[in-house]
Every structure is written in structure tokens, then in C-alpha cells.
């Protein structure tokens, strides 16, 4: 079955960065879009970023643009999510996702446990 496994996650001060990675098996890495979402407490889980099959293509959400970066590398069925200068609202949990990309909007198919991000003012 598919498994998608996301690491990386903690607590940073407000300006600082971390490095998320998702870990997928049990499906065709290299076939699949992949992407990341996030749940802040209370809220609705929001799309963060995508990436097509071969890392061709990129979206943000608005909210991310410059701050994030996301990669993938197919050799070792990985995508990274960089996340530099963060912001108290960055806080969540962060989930990794594998779908598909329809007219420019990420689909997700499967879902990661999620990792905690936490960041203080």
C-alpha cells in the first residue's frame, strides 16, 4: 500500500528555517505529482505547495512564495519542503501528499501522518 512518511518537523524561532522530507513507497514515485498541506489548530488544512513528476513545475501557495522552496528527487522517492524565514503563523502540521495536477491546481490521491512545525515569537 501506499506509504508516505514525513520527517523533519519542531520548534524554530520566528526567522529561523527547517527542512521537511516525505519518504514515499508503494507507488511509482516518478509518476506522481507530489505536495505538501497544512492544518493549523482550528483551521481547515490549506495547500502549501506542489510539484509535478519530474520537478518541472512548482506552485506556492501566497502565503509561501520566497520563503518555501519544494524538491523532489526520484532516485530516492523524496521531496523536501524548505522552509526559510518562518513566521509564528507557519505554525501546523505539516502533511505530504502524492496526486495529481489538473489544470494548474494540486489533487491530492494519499496522505502522510503529518509533522508538527512550530515556530515562536
Known amino acids: 500500500q501506499v506509504q508516505l512518511v514525513e520527517s523533519g518537523g519542531g520548534l524554530v524561532q520566528a526567522g529561523g528555517s527547517l527542512r521537511l522530507s516525505c519518504a514515499a513507497s508503494?507507488?511509482?514515485?516518478?509518476?506522481?505529482?507530489m505536495g505538501w498541506f497544512r492544518q493549523a489548530a482550528g483551521k481547515e488544512r490549506e495547500f502549501v505547495a506542489a510539484?509535478?513528476?519530474?520537478?518541472?513545475?512548482?506552485y506556492y501557495a501566497d502565503s509561501v512564495k520566497g520563503r518555501f522552496t519544494i524538491s523532489r528527487d526520484n532516485a530516492k522517492n523524496l521531496m523536501y519542503l524548505q522552509m526559510n524565514s518562518l513566521k509564528p503563523e507557519d505554525t501546523a502540521v505539516y502533511y505530504c501528499?502524492?496526486?495529481?495536477?489538473?489544470?494548474?491546481?494540486?489533487?491530492?490521491?494519499?496522505w502522510g501522518q503529518g509533522t508538527q512545525v512550530t515556530v515562536s515569537s
Open positions: 501528499a502524492a496526486g495529481t495536477v489538473v489544470t494548474g491546481t494540486f489533487k491530492p490521491l494519499y
Open positions: 508503494g507507488l511509482t514515485f516518478s509518476a506522481v505529482a
Open positions: 510539484i509535478n513528476w519530474n520537478g518541472g513545475r512548482t
